[in-house]
């Protein structure tokens, strides 16, 4: 059974940093690519980034590139998600999720909230 766990999420201030963790068991952090998404309040779900299983990132909203980065730790078979210079508008859920041999992201973990005071 697949099992991702987000964690690090919690309450900064503007200009703070914080490392969300995306634990995997069932399934290697190697294999498919894992991507994080977020969900701020009242918004729809917005796709981050993400990491092949090669190491390449990619960062998919232009407002968090240069702030946010990807790595992995294949010995603990887990993603980061640092995230430096937080600002409000990065309050939000965040989600890890990993592809499938289909090509979507059939692997959700659960969520971590992060709020940004001003």
């Known amino acids: 059974q697949v099992h991702l766990a987000e964690s690090g999420g919690g309450l900064v201030q503007a200009g703070d940093s914080l490392r969300l963790s995306c634990a995997a068991s069932?399934?290697?952090?190697?294999?498919?690519?894992v991507g994080w998404f977020r969900q701020p309040p009242g918004k729809e779900r917005e796709f981050l980034a993400e990491?092949?299983?090669?190491?390449?990132?990619?960062y998919e909203l232009d407002s968090v590139k240069g702030r946010f980065t990807l790595s992995r730790d294949n010995a603990k078979n887990t993603v980061y998600l640092q995230m430096n210079n937080l600002q409000p508008e990065d309050t939000a859920i965040y989600y890890c999720?990993?592809?499938?041999?289909?090509?979507?992201?059939?692997?959700w973990g659960q969520g971590t909230q992060v709020t940004v005071s001003s």
């Open positions: 069932g399934r290697t952090v190697s294999t498919y690519p």
């Open positions: 990491i092949r299983w090669s190491g390449e990132t990619t």
């Open positions: 999720a990993q592809r499938t041999v289909r090509g979507g992201f059939d692997y």
